[in-house]
Each structure stands twice: as structure tokens, then as C-alpha cells.
């Protein structure tokens, strides 16, 4: 029985092993990159919300479906203050003008601002 104490004194002395050293700027690093990734996804979202209504449109799908409803809605709401910046006699080609400028646009700045969240955390580009 004595023996059976000692061995688990002998036990309890070993030195637990060290843990790593937390090494915050990779923390760091990965979740302004992750933040970057979330903001160029949502505008690649948005740019294929408005290039689907733009298909919806010359297409002439029915307005009354669900999902061009639901699609129409979301870009009269993203396509910002470009939805009537031109003003063809046409009204497919004013859709497929105004509103593909807004794709772009959000194209655009997602990149641009992720690119800036990006150099703010540090993240090397590649």
C-alpha cells in the first residue's frame, strides 16, 4: 500500500508541460482577414442580386413569381442611387445599364474595402 502512494506522489511531481505562447498577431491577422473575406462575399452577393434582376428583366420573367419578386426587391434596394442615372426610351436597356453599373459598383468598393481591412490587420496579400 505504500508503494502505491509513492507511485502516485511520483505522479503528481512531474512537471505538466508548458503550453504554446499565445501569439496574438496571427489572432490578429486571421480575423481581419476573415472580416475582409465576409465583406468581399456580401458584395459578390449583392452584384449577383442585380445581375439576376437584370436577367429577370430582359428575360421578362414573371413578375408575380416569388423569387423575381423577391430578387426585384433586393436590387431596387442595393442598386442605390443608380437606378435611374439613365434614362433610355428602352426599358430593358435602362435596367440592364442602370443597374449593371450598380454590380459593378458594389464589385467594386467590396474589393476596395477589403483590400483596406486587409493592410489595417496586417495581412500579407497574395
Known amino acids: 500500500m505504500a508503494e502505491h502512494a509513492e507511485a502516485e506522489h511520483e505522479e503528481e511531481a512531474e512537471p505538466r508541460p508548458k503550453r504554446a505562447p499565445i501569439d496574438w498577431r496571427r489572432g490578429r491577422e486571421q480575423a481581419f482577414s476573415i472580416l475582409a473575406s465576409v465583406v468581399r462575399w456580401v458584395g459578390l452577393i449583392f452584384a449577383a442580386l ?63 474595402l477589403a483590400r483596406i481591412i486587409r493592410r489595417i490587420g496586417g495581412v500579407v496579400s497574395s
Do not use: E, M, Q
Open 50 to 112: 442585380l445581375v439576376l434582376h437584370v436577367i429577370f428583366v430582359i428575360g421578362s420573367a414573371n413578375s408575380a413569381n416569388g423569387i423575381v419578386s423577391f430578387v426585384r426587391s433586393w436590387a431596387d434596394s442595393l442598386s442605390l442611387g443608380f437606378k435611374d442615372l439613365f434614362t433610355p426610351s428602352d426599358a430593358k436597356l435602362r435596367v440592364l445599364v442602370n443597374y449593371g453599373i450598380a454590380a459593378i459598383f458594389w464589385l467594386i468598393v467590396s474589393g476596395i
